[in-house]
Nanobody
């Protein structure tokens, strides 16, 4: 079973920065896509940023220009650099990986809290 270990969450004041990291292990197939989603209580999980093989990235409009997702070629680790954080970025952030067979695996989530 694929395992994901997330790190880097925490509390920061508005305007600050955090870096989230996610490392996947027990991978059996090539990873086609890696990314981050976030969720606040009572809301659906929403896309933050993803990166596909070949370097294609996708960002939610609300984070574009502030967040940067990075993954070395065919690496099993992905990072999310979050700058200029806002209180509305407060959420639990989940790492997700998608194998080439389209199976997706989720991390346990890491809390990010941004105070005004």
């Amino acid at each position: 079973q694929v395992q994901l270990v997330e790190s880097g969450g925490g509390a920061v004041q508005a305007g600050g920065s955090l870096r989230l990291s996610c490392a996947a292990s027990r991978i059996t197939l090539l990873l086609d896509e890696m990314g981050w989603y976030r969720q606040t209580p009572g809301d659906a999980r929403e896309l933050v940023a993803t990166t596909k093989r070949g370097g294609i990235t996708n960002y939610a409009p609300s984070v574009k220009g502030r967040f940067t997702i990075s993954r070395a070629d065919d690496s099993t680790a992905v990072s999310l650099q979050m700058n200029s954080l806002k209180p509305e970025d407060t959420a639990v952030y989940y790492c997700v990986v998608v194998q080439i067979d389209k199976r997706a695996y989720w991390g346990q989530g890491t809390q990010v809290t941004v105070s005004s």
